[in-house]
């Protein structure tokens, strides 16, 4: 008999993979960046096959096909939309870049609402070239999702603020820990702005658990994958599936359960080598994962 092998690993399955209709795959939702190499049809079609009851989109494939046919083609295959990506990128210096990024985050509310997902995750940006100012930059990132947020609460979105890992301060987010994500969104109602919890970015932040199990109805989105070392040289690429690396899952999935959050728990990976693997056999790893490392915690 063949051995079942995590991807991308390669090491022995410890457990055997759930099937669909197994009650500890109700909240799982496959992030579309988890299987970047397939289409938005593919996507879909493979979340049904591993009998997942949720996705994640993001807005380039559904802007491949149009956001009608992404939301019938989720709707006739039963799943949930569980969050869409991305808007954000408000740091700007320049008023007509932040112009332009307004009319953006506008159009991403409204295809959040077209496609069925109060959810819209935002990711604040980086540093304009040039500038060394943080503070500066977040208090843009900051006005600028106030200027969202009458928009939103019209379509019935909530916009989620994702603080992102310190490693990615300069380039894509100013916004570098739970805290500060939440001392943004605490100037409006929890149902305008929330904050992403992501195991990636937030496991490593001092007294992040009692900061989560705090924050209540703010977390909008539980998004899942791992800290693996040694750290790939493109750094946007060094999220591992979980177990392979350093996250504490049960310890973090305990502070979510703790806040109250009920929604679905979505897996984001970004490495190459998953993204090589075959989307089955990813499905397959992630659902093995998820039901050991995660669902007996929340």
């Avoid at 992030?31 to 591993?50: F, K, M, P, Y």
């Avoid at 990506?85 to 609402?113: Q, V, Y």
């Avoid at 001392?183 to 195991?199: C, K, L, N, Q, Y």
């Avoid at 690396?245 to 502070?255: I, L």
């Amino acid at each position: 008999m063949t051995a079942v092998l995590d991807v991308p690993s390669g090491a022995p399955a410890r457990i055997g993979t759930p099937e669909p209709g197994d009650p500890r795959l109700a909240r799982l939702s496959l992030n579309q960046r988890t299987t970047a190499h397939w289409s938005l049809r593919e996507a879909v079609d493979g979340a049904v096959a591993a009998g997942l009851p949720a996705i994640g989109l993001w807005r380039e494939p559904v802007a491949e096909v149009g956001v009608d046919t992404a939301r019938r083609w989720v709707d006739d295959a039963g799943l949930r939309v569980s969050s869409l990506c991305r808007g954000g990128f408000f740091t700007a210096s320049d008023p007509a870049a932040r112009a332009t990024a307004h009319e953006d985050n506008l159009r991403a509310i409204d295809e959040a609402a077209a496609l069925g997902t109060r959810a819209l995750v935002l990711v604040p940006g980086g540093l304009p070239a040039g500038d060394k100012d943080l503070t500066g930059a977040r208090a843009r990132a900051a006005e600028a999702i106030a200027a969202l947020v009458p928009h939103a609460v019209e379509r019935g979105v909530t916009l989620g603020i994702e603080p992102m890992n310190p490693i990615y301060a300069a380039d894509r987010g100013v916004v570098s820990t739970l805290a500060q994500a939440l001392e943004i969104a605490e100037s409006f109602a929890p149902h305008e702005v929330g904050v992403i919890a992501d195991t990636f970015h937030l496991w490593w932040e001092p007294g992040v658990h009692a900061r989560i199990a705090a924050a209540g109805e703010r977390i909008l989105s539980y998004q899942i994958c791992d800290w693996i070392t040694p750290l790939p040289a493109d750094t946007l690429l060094a999220r591992g599936m979980m177990g392979d690396g350093h996250v504490d899952f049960p310890a973090f999935t305990k502070a979510v359960a703790a806040s109250g959050y009920t929604g679905d728990v979505e897996v984001e990976i970004f490495h190459a080598d998953v993204w090589a693997a075959p989307g089955d056999q990813v499905l397959a790893t992630l659902a093995r994962r998820y039901v050991e490392l995660v669902e007996p915690y929340l």
